[in-house]
């Protein structure tokens, strides 16, 4: 059974930092591409940023580039997402994916596996 486990969400004044982890268990990880969605209250889910499976390849969102930045860790399974000079508009729960590595888009329906959320609340 997969299993996504996102971590690390809270509450932050704007400018401040926050780092996000996502565990994975049960897929070959590192064949998955990882991504990272976000979706606020009365708003569609909206893609954030995105790695290949052995990291060599990010995308961002306009919206984030240049404060946050995507990693993934192979040999611990984890993905993360660090977020730098967070804005309020920022606020929403963030949700890590995976995606099976014959696709590499930003479309929440080709990803497979879905983690619960983590809640991200930046206060100006």
């Known amino acids: 059974q997969v299993q996504l486990v996102e971590s690390g969400g809270g509450l932050v004044q704007a400018g401040g930092s926050l780092r996000l982890s996502c565990a994975a268990s049960g897929l070959t990880f590192s064949t998955y591409n990882m991504a990272w969605f976000r979706q606020a209250p009365g708003k569609e889910r909206e893609f954030v940023a995105k790695i290949s499976g052995i990291g060599a390849i990010t995308n961002y969102a306009e919206s984030v580039k240049g404060r946050f930045t995507i990693s993934r860790d192979n040999a611990k399974n984890t993905a993360y997402l660090q977020m730098n000079s967070l804005k309020p508009e920022d606020t929403a729960v963030y949700y890590c994916?995976?995606?099976?590595?014959?696709?590499?888009?930003?479309?929440?329906?080709?990803?497979?596996?879905w983690g619960q959320g983590t809640q991200v609340t930046v206060s100006s």
């Open positions: 994916a995976g995606q099976p590595p014959w696709k590499y888009n930003n479309y929440p329906r080709d990803y497979s596996y």
